[in-house]
């Protein structure tokens, strides 16, 4: 069986620091560099799969400052090893200047 956890799947800024609540687009990051969980050896005999979508405080060099779950697959595990991914995460500096963004990354948990 092969295991396959697929990353940075959607990177849309969603606010500024000062409203993190907001939904509205402030400016847009792009090339992401995530990287892939690992895949336990002991979450196959469970097979847990799921989706998991992150915000991600990206600052002005592009570095994640914070990662909270936004959706959660349902499985604590899956939702900290992306949390731990999540957290690595190194994009473009953002286009809006130095203040830092809100974005999202989603990691999708599959067996296949």
């Known amino acids: 069986m092969i295991i396959r956890s697929i990353a ?3 990177l849309i800024a ?3 620091l000062s409203n993190p609540a907001s939904a509205a687009p402030t400016g847009r ?3 992401a560099n995530c990287d892939v969980p690992s895949y336990r050896n002991s979450w196959q005999e469970d097979e847990l799969q799921g989706n998991v979508k992150l915000a991600v405080l990206v600052d002005a060099k ?5 990662t909270k ?3 959660s697959s349902g499985v604590a595990a899956l939702d900290k090893a ?3 991914a999540g957290a690595s995460c190194k994009f473009q500096p953002a ?3 130095s203040e830092p963004v809100w974005a999202q990354v989603q990691y999708n948990w599959v067996l296949n």
């Open 69 to 71: 779950v936004i959706s």
């Open 82 to 84: 992306s949390l731990r």
């Open 95 to 97: 286009s809006n200047g």
């Open 14 to 16: 969603l606010s500024t």
């Open 62 to 66: 592009g570095n994640v400052q914070d």
């Open 29 to 31: 990051l792009s090339n």
């Open 8 to 10: 940075a799947v959607s």
